[in-house]
């Protein structure tokens, strides 16, 4: 039951995302259509869509209207997608494949990623401070300064520069888990705490999805470690094993393939357990919670 009430939500979100990505970048007649059309080329149709899952199921907690979820969601996506044109560039991770086909630098030119990757984290900000996302002035300036946030250096970009260092030094399990939790938990926060502030839940009311977040984002980046030892590039659409031939301290490296999975499980449990006081509209989110650790890609 879990498993059919996920793979419709996906399916879902992946359409109702990428529908939204293609009104608003529709490729002008002018000089700027290469810029467009590399932002169609990475944010339509691929990617998991976790992300403005996240947002759509914690903001039905509050019952907030899908559209405006949508719109919040669609804007952490775009912060997603630049962050992954950006980390891809030779000048970060330089890698060749992204979701199964060549990264935007390959497929362009490093310049039109850069200014694709920039477009993308302006439109984010564009979208939260539309009346047509919420229309309470106050709630969009939360939203954007949360999801600025997130996604700056106390945030996502903080995380990503602790990971370039990470080459270059050994890097204890506490160094790993702030690294991990600014690089991939601090947008889950944002995700979370999102449905919450469009249901105008005070921030004292927010604690538990807070640490649904936190845990679900640890648990996330324990199954990602896994799958670069472990997966399959065929699945996975990325290269694997990159980690260890960049010499990173990982989860796996730091803790052992048995015991990253036992922890993986163990913060599974212990975010499911932030859900315990909601009912049956918490299902979804419970169901992410495995999901973050049983995927294949």
Known sequence: MAQALLDRAFGQIRAEIDGLFGELLAVP??????LYEAMRY??????KRLRPLLVTASAGLFHVDRARALRVGLAVEAIHVYSLIHDDLPCMDDDAMRHGKPTLHRAFDEATAVLAGDSLHALAFEILADEASHEDPFVRAEL???????????????GQMMDMAAAENTLDLTAVTRLQQLKTGALFGFCLEAGAIMGRVPPEGRTKLRGYARDVGLAFQIADDLLDEEGEEAKTGKRVGKDR?????TFVTLLGRDRARQQAELLVSQATEYLASYG???????????FAIERDH
């Open 144 to 158: 954007v300064a949360e999801l600025a946030r997130a996604s700056g250096p106390s945030g996502m970009a903080g």
């Open 29 to 34: 007649p002018d000089p700027r259509a290469p």
């Open 280 to 290: 049956a509209e918490a299902d979804l989110l419970r169901a992410i919670a495995r």
């Open 42 to 47: 990475t944010a339509i149709g691929g990617g």
């Open 245 to 249: 031939e960049r010499g990173k301290e």
